[in-house]
């Protein structure tokens, strides 16, 4: 018994000092945080499907893709070919969302 007060007395000693004010965390505090602006990206040049989620959503300076597959916009049904064709249509479509939110594969 002796010990368990003895650890208890040392674990109080070494609290930090609670009546500093530290800076609150973004998520808890909202003060702190900055507003972030969210466009909703899409455009007919990638396959529109009707699902509850976006192609794209632009948050701040950030571009937020969703998943794509080898879909032909214009027909949406798969590209016919196999895998490769497919993956080439998947990175027409991402080209398409990516440029729709003014962007290039140049840009870092």
């Given at each position: 018994m002796k010990y368990v007060l003895v650890v208890l007395l040392l674990v109080c000693a070494f609290q930090p000092n609670q009546t500093k004010r530290r800076k609150a965390p973004?998520?808890?505090h909202k003060p702190y945080?900055?507003?972030v602006k969210k466009t909703i990206i899409e455009t007919a040049k990638a396959p529109i499907v009707p699902q509850p989620f976006s192609q794209a959503v632009l948050a701040g300076n950030t571009l937020y893709l969703s998943g794509q597959i080898g879909v032909d916009p214009v027909t949406l049904k798969l590209v016919p070919g196999?895998?490769?064709p497919e993956t080439e249509q998947i990175f027409r479509n991402f080209i398409a969302i990516l440029e729709a939110a003014g962007g290039s594969l140049?840009?870092?």
């Amino acid at each position: 018994m002796k010990y368990v007060l003895v650890v208890l007395l040392l674990v109080c000693a070494f609290q930090p000092n609670q009546t500093k004010r530290r800076k609150a965390p973004c998520s808890r505090h909202k003060p702190y945080c900055k507003p972030v602006k969210k466009t909703i990206i899409e455009t007919a040049k990638a396959p529109i499907v009707p699902q509850p989620f976006s192609q794209a959503v632009l948050a701040g300076n950030t571009l937020y893709l969703s998943g794509q597959i080898g879909v032909d916009p214009v027909t949406l049904k798969l590209v016919p070919g196999g895998l490769v064709p497919e993956t080439e249509q998947i990175f027409r479509n991402f080209i398409a969302i990516l440029e729709a939110a003014g962007g290039s594969l140049k840009d870092e």
